[in-house]
């Protein structure tokens, strides 16, 4: 099956510093990755739709200033939370759409804490 | 708004039994349906597609489809324990787009 991986599971930064989570997909071309965002005990609240080559669509409400987001390659889309504070703490996971199919596969995620 | 509806739960059901998950959708125009499986601390794992009325069976699990009645449901049968996790189901109404996903319904499944 489709196999989405996530760089890193975990991390704990310094509130104020910038972190890069990244997002490949290993044996399939994503032309279109997914960002999401949980918090404890909720659902899946969706951040962001990238497309290889394009700028990002953002949500309602999600700050495109403060979440950067870049899909260089049909295998690789990274998150950067820049300027983290700790209600920037969640568990962020990305996935990732094969070519035509509508399924979409997720990675592990990654849960950041911000001290 | 589009919008996805499941009950919360917890579901109970005891080990052997049959697990029956439901969910609702807005969009008429929906196309295509998935359940995903959660356990806690870990990312949703694509367990089922549907994209046509009727039943689709792959194991233990048998989603199904009413687009008229706009319901899915995930029947899973002789229940474990391994399967206590949360049950998302998502929706997609056009090809390529983001999922809509509704808030999951728990699933306890005793020994």
């Known amino acids: 099956g489709a196999v989405v991986s996530q760089h890193p599971s975990w991390v704990i930064c310094k509130s104020g510093t910038s972190v890069k989570i990244e997002c490949r997909s290993l044996d399939f071309q994503a032309t279109t990755m997914f960002w999401y965002r949980q918090f404890p005990k909720q659902s899946l609240m969706l951040m962001a739709t990238?497309?290889?080559?394009?700028?990002?669509?953002?949500e309602q409400g999600v700050e495109k200033d403060k979440f950067l987001i870049n899909h260089a390659s049909l295998t690789l889309s990274t998150l950067t939370v820049t300027s983290a504070h700790p209600e920037d703490s969640s568990f962020y996971i990305c996935?990732?759409?094969?070519?035509?199919?509508?399924?979409?596969?997720f990675g592990p995620g990654t849960r950041l804490t911000v001290l | 708004q589009k919008e996805v509806e499941q009950n919360s739960g917890p579901l109970s059901v005891p080990e052997g039994a049959i697990a029956s998950l439901n969910c609702t959708y807005s969009d008429r125009g929906s196309q295509s349906f998935f359940w995903y499986r959660q356990y806690s601390g870990k990312s949703p794992e694509l367990i089922m597609s549907?994209?046509?009325?009727g039943d689709k069976e792959d194991g233990r699990f048998t989603a199904q489809l009413n687009k008229a009645s706009q319901y899915v449901s995930l029947l899973i049968r002789d229940s474990q324990p391994s399967d206590s996790a949360t049950y998302l189901c998502a929706v997609n109404t056009q090809a390529g787009t983001a999922l809509i996903f509704g808030k999951g319904t728990t699933l306890s499944v005793s020994s």
């Open positions: 549907i994209y046509s009325n």
């Open positions: 990238s497309n290889e080559g394009s700028k990002a669509t953002y």
């Open positions: 996935s990732a759409r094969e070519g035509r199919s509508n399924e979409q596969f």
